[in-house]
């Protein structure tokens, strides 16, 4: 499986973004139960950023993001958003998408948080927001 990430870039603070992610196998377009954005500086651990179940049933947020972040599914495409409205210079860190075809659409939120639970990962888009 690829998973592979795209939109990211250097926006002022108070500006938008949207990421997309794209999750593929043998050159198909590749469904999940549950997709999710993780956010990474150096030095830090991965952070939850936003997950969804692909029925779009479940969906969480990192608290810090609530309200800013928008996480979406385009079910025609397979493909996973993340709508980012009024950046803060502390949303700055490289973005990953994960897939996590083997968990339960409906688990329970920690294990939608929990990023070992995810068995597929792209390699990141960096997001830098400057004040």
């Known amino acids: 499986v690829q998973v592979v990430e795209s939109g990211g870039g250097s926006v002022q603070a108070g500006e938008s973004l949207r990421l997309s992610c794209t999750a593929s196998?043998?050159?198909?377009?590749?469904?999940?139960?549950?997709m999710a954005w993780f956010r990474q500086n150096p030095g830090k651990e991965r952070e939850f950023v936003a997950a969804l179940n692909w029925q779009g049933t479940r969906i969480y947020y990192l608290e810090s993001v609530k309200g800013r972040f928008t996480i979406s599914a385009n079910y025609t495409t397979n493909a996973l958003f993340l709508e980012m409205n009024n950046l803060k210079p502390e949303d700055t860190a490289v973005y990953y998408c994960a897939a996590c075809p083997s968990c339960s659409p409906v688990t329970a939120e920690e294990w939608f948080r929990d990023r070992s639970q995810y068995d597929y990962w792209g390699r990141g888009t960096q997001v830098t927001v400057v004040s």
């Open positions: 196998r043998s050159g198909r377009a590749f469904s999940s139960n549950i």
